[in-house]
């Protein structure tokens, strides 16, 4: 099970709480195992979050494989200038 | 209005255009001799990045009005690299990373030019002040003057040899 | 602490300093900007811009415009499909397109002084400026607001009738400027206040300010009668201004070719478009090509500043200078449109802390300003401005230096980051100690000058980026990336290219494709280009080795196990034929046709694992107290860069963003007047650094590798304009016993602080 938290951008989404455990081994499994949780909440975290795994930040990367028993943190993708 | 004939001499060469009476000279330069080394950062003469010499005087061509170099000398960045070498100061801004974008650079290496030919032997500050007319962004201006003052010894060392 | 990668220790091009590729076109004057570029037949294009900082467009009548002898095409709003709302990563943050597309031309109301209502094509640039003045538009003023704290007042003027906060707890019925609340919460801070030893706290002040990039926007469009589309362009991304320009005409992707100019500075300004939809509707409109190039004021008015902000900071905590509770919160201005870099500012504000209690709110509140842009590691350098302050005023509070309290707090491998995720490989710890170290930070101070240390933290970003490499038939190789280079990264493809081959840099030519001729690439910024494009080099490097080691496997009679490639040559290391020589680069190239065909690789990729950056930064300022002048008279700026693949460049990137923060603190500032309007549009009044300003920017590069680069490359672009606001301010406390927390410091700021201290 991967440990999931997720911030205040989601609480609309989730009704407020900020963790999950979620059997997922991909990021595109960890997104629709949540969009099935949380209906509508997989789109929004796809186009506006990116994916911290055990520290590492992954973005628009559907196939980056998330452990048993990994840390995932979902954060604003990031952008730059 | 009908355009004004202008003669003038460019890095050496003559050259000839029609100006209309409010052209600038950065205009000219650029849109009727093809010369678009000088750039225009702000048309109001704050930045430099327009700078040519004028009858051996360093001036924003954005701020002279074409018409006026009739029967003048203007010396442009073009005119810097001699026979295929590099001037000194455009060797040595890239032997330094004098330059990040490179936008600046043509106006301030004539800025920079015109300094060594007054005064070969400046001292750190000296540079900083002739050039504080010549805006850069990118680089925080450290390897530009490294640069400048590089030149200018390699120069002295010319001159003296 | 690092790892260590399994790459040789001996770099023979990697470190070294080359001179740029592109540097003679550089300093002749040859090389060709956004404006240098012309079309035949083209058309000069111009913008009708608002006088008021908000109206309602009741009417645009353009036919005396239309009229005028010269003029080929006028556009307005109804010439661009009027867009839904939809959220499209075509540049590096989600853009909203409908946003975006207002931005370039208003649609029924104008939001800023300078908003672009409608636009000519003419002959010439008097024609064109003659058409402006025919055009008639009817406004209907509304009351504006400039400031972020009056615009979120209840009795603001609302700028978006359907704009209702996001995030927050409840939804709210009412319309207001409030984009979105931010908020991050860890522990407990109110108990951690409570039994902390120590407080300070504060409110910051800091205005827009501009990315200052010395080349005004330019581009030249071409809208051809079968529909395809051609845009030469001064951008941060070709790919972004294809996907732009599609999106807001409702075109083809596939209609449009998008050719880089070189660019005249960015540092995020040019990751959006302004110009280039227009020019392609006026194209459309007049048949002929149609160039536009913006003034300064043009600039000034109507392109992204970054936000000015109001920021409160409230620190706690125990006499041994553990931090324990730590209260943030950010008003960031959006401008027209919602999209502050506040939320990016939220998750850095704590970024180089340890802090076990915190709660950081942020809000993205609209105003009647130009719609922000990006600026150089958005929203981090005003979030720290007001964290470092504080972060100083405690240090001075606990009687600690200000490296030891900051140490005592760092974040450090394996520490969870306030915004999250877990930190590994990070050189946070080293970089301090390198200033602590410093000859800057033990030498003394004289009279009426002062020291600041601030510390400063970035993201970096990977992406998408694709990679060609081509070998010519003597051996050179062509290497073509879609990234733009706004620093020198051209330089570092070739070191990168020439280091993987094996071969001289001198042979190997980097090249910027256009849209067409190129794979996909995420713009250039983010600090990204090294990293992410700099690995899709590499590993096209490595597939054309393998490429060749196949083909001389075959002419040698071995397995390719027993072809190595080394120093630019494959080697024989197949014990039964010890007689094989080696065979160059060139000479394989020289015969590719008969072993195959040409030798080509293309990698694509989407980069993960970008290595954050952190720097610390240590000012010392001299403050004339007659006149309020303040001089810098040394700098230092220490900044974990992974792996400087040329020296040169990166350090030019951390002098180059203390500079512009050097400025921010000091001098520039967006000013406006009672109507709205920019006072000081232009680079007389809006004042950057000159020569004459700074001293020499001494820098210390730390390199703790990335592993996930081949060459353990971070980003190093953005993180140097984050410490120096901070660093700058700390340095006036010193030099003048107060704190002054509104920026910029000044000399009018700095006087009627000392008086105040008289009086």
Redesign the interface.
């Known amino acids: 099970m991967a440990h999931v ?1 997720v ?3 989601c ?2 989404f989730t009704g ?1 709480t900020s963790t999950f455990d979620v059997e997922a081994a991909t990021v595109r499994e960890l997104i629709t195992a949540l969009d099935v949780q949380f209906p509508g909440l997989g789109d929004f975290i796809d ?2 979050m990116a994916f ?1 795994i ?8 559907w196939f ?1 494989t998330i452990g048993p028993a990994s ?1 995932v ?9 | 209005m009908s355009k004004i004939h202008i003669t003038t001499t460019v890095n050496g060469d003559p050259a000839e255009f029609l100006a209309s009476p409010g052209m600038t000279l950065l205009d000219a330069l650029r849109d009727e001799l093809g010369l678009t080394g000088a750039k225009e950062g702000c048309g109001s003469g704050d930045c430099g990045a327009c700078s040519v010499m004028l009858d051996g005087r360093l001036v924003c061509s954005c701020l002279v009005l074409a018409p006026e170099v009739e029967g003048c000398r203007v010396e442009t960045i073009e005119g810097m690299a001699q026979g295929g070498q590099l001037h000194p100061l455009q060797q040595k801004f890239l032997e330094h990373a004098a330059l990040q974008c490179g936008f600046c650079t043509p106006g301030l290496l004539v800025a920079a030019k015109a300094l060594l030919d007054a005064h070969p032997d400046p001292t750190e500050v000296e540079a900083r002040y002739w050039l504080a007319g010549n805006l850069c962004r990118c680089t925080g201006y450290d390897k530009i003057i490294r640069a400048v003052m590089d030149a200018a010894a390699e120069l002295r060392q010319e001159r003296a040899a | 602490m690092s790892e260590t990668l399994d790459k040789p220790t001996v770099l023979n091009v990697v470190g070294t300093r080359p001179i740029r590729p592109d540097g003679a076109d550089k300093v002749t004057g040859r090389a060709t900007y956004g404006a240098d570029y012309n079309m035949p037949g083209q058309l000069v294009g111009r913008i009708l811009r608002s006088p008021h900082a908000h109206a309602r467009i009741v009417s645009i009548d353009a036919s005396r415009a239309r009229a005028l002898p010269g003029v080929k095409a006028v556009v307005t709003s109804a010439d661009f499909p009027d867009l839904a709302s939809e959220m499209h990563d075509g540049g590096e943050a989600a853009s909203n397109l409908r946003d975006l597309s207002l931005n370039v031309m208003a649609r029924g109301k104008v939001l800023y002084d300078g908003h672009a209502v409608a636009a000519v094509a003419a002959v010439s640039a008097a024609v064109a400026e003659e058409a402006l003045s025919r055009i008639k538009v009817i406004y209907e003023t509304l009351p504006h607001v400039i400031d972020v704290e009056p615009a979120m007042s209840p009795d603001a003027p609302v700028l978006h009738d359907h704009m209702f906060t996001e995030g927050l707890e409840t939804p709210p019925t009412t319309a207001s400027n409030i984009a979105k609340r931010h908020k991050n919460v860890r522990g407990d801070v109110d108990a951690a206040f409570a039994t902390a030893d120590v407080i300070v706290e504060d409110r910051y002040v800091t205005q827009a300010v501009h990315q200052g990039y010395i080349e005004p926007q330019a581009c030249v469009a071409a809208w051809a009668e079968d529909g395809r589309c051609e845009v030469w362009s001064s951008s941060q991304g070709q790919f972004m201004v294809r996907t732009y320009c599609a999106k807001v005409l409702g075109l083809e992707i596939s209609d449009i070719r998008v050719t880089p100019a070189e660019i005249g500075g960015g540092f995020g300004g040019k990751t959006t478009v302004y110009l280039e939809p227009v020019a392609l509707a006026l194209s459309r409109a007049s048949g002929h090509p149609v160039k536009m190039v913006m003034t300064r004021e043009d600039v000034f008015r109507a392109t992204g500043p970054t936000s000015g902000a109001v920021m409160h900071v409230k620190l706690g905590a125990l006499s041994d200078g553990t931090i324990t509770a730590a209260t943030v919160e950010l008003k960031f201005q959006a401008g027209a449109f919602p999209g502050s870099p506040v939320g990016a500012a939220c998750m850095t504000a704590l970024a180089c802390y340890d802090i076990a209690n915190f709660t950081i709110v942020g809000w993205d509140v609209v105003t009647n300003t130009p719609k922000t842009a990006a600026y150089r590691a958005p929203g981090a350098p005003i979030a720290a401005f007001a964290v470092e302050s504080a972060v100083d005023d405690l240090a001075r509070k606990l009687g600690m230096d200000p490296i030891a309290l900051r140490e005592k707090n760092a974040v450090r491998d394996g520490t969870k980051a306030a915004y999250g995720p877990t930190f590994q490989n990070i050189g946070y710890l080293e970089t301090l100690a390198a200033i602590r170290d410093s000859d800057h930070y033990k030498s003394p101070l004289k009279p009426n000058q002062g020291r600041g240390v601030a510390v400063g933290f970035w993201f970096n970003v990977g992406g998408e980026s694709t990679a060609a490499i081509h070998i010519s038939e003597d051996g050179s190789a062509a290497v073509v990336t879609g990234n733009p280079d706004i620093g020198g990264s051209r330089a570092s493809m070739a070191m990168m290219a020439a280091e993987t081959l094996g071969v001289p840099v001198e042979r190997v030519r980097p090249m910027i494709g256009d849209t067409a001729s190129i794979g996909y690439s995420m713009l250039t910024g983010g600090s990204r280009t090294t990293f992410a494009t700099g690995m899709a080099v590499v590993q096209a490097a490595e597939k054309v080795i393998l490429d060749l080691r196949q083909r001389v496997a075959k002419l040698w009679e071995v397995s390719v196990d027993h072809v190595v490639w080394r120093m630019g040559q494959a080697e024989c290391i197949d014990p039964a034929k010890p007689d094989k020589k080696p065979m160059t680069l060139a000479a394989l190239a020289a015969q590719s046709g008969r072993t195959g065909g040409p030798i080509s690789a293309q990698v694509t990729l989407n980069a993960q694992g970008a290595g954050p950056g952190f720097a610390v930064h240590v000012c010392d300022l001299e403050v004339d107290p007659e006149t309020g002048h303040t001089s810098v008279v040394r700098y230092t700026a220490a900044q974990d860069v992974g792996r400087a693949i040329h020296p040169s460049y990166v350090e030019g990137q951390i002098q180059g963003g203390v500079a512009q923060g050097v400025g921010w603190a000091l001098n520039e500032a967006y000013i406006f007047d009672r109507d709205g309007r920019m006072e000081n549009a232009g680079f007389l009044d809006y004042r950057m650094p000159v020569a004459s300003d700074l001293p020499m920017l001494d820098t210390i590069m730390i390199e703790v590798p990335n592993p996930k680069h081949p060459f353990g490359a971070k980003g190093v672009g953005e993180v140097p304009i984050v410490p120096p606001l901070a660093a700058v301010a700390n340095a006036m406390r010193g030099a003048i016993g107060l704190r002054m927390s509104s920026l910029p410091l000044s000399p009018p700021a700095v006087l009627a602080a000392l008086d105040s201290r008289k009086g």
Not at chain 1, 73 to 81: E, F, R, S, T, V
């Open positions: 938290v911030g205040s951008d609480w609309p407020g186009k506006r911290a055990d520290g590492e930040i992954h973005q628009d990367a980056s840390e943190y979902l954060i604003p993708k990031i952008g730059g200038g």
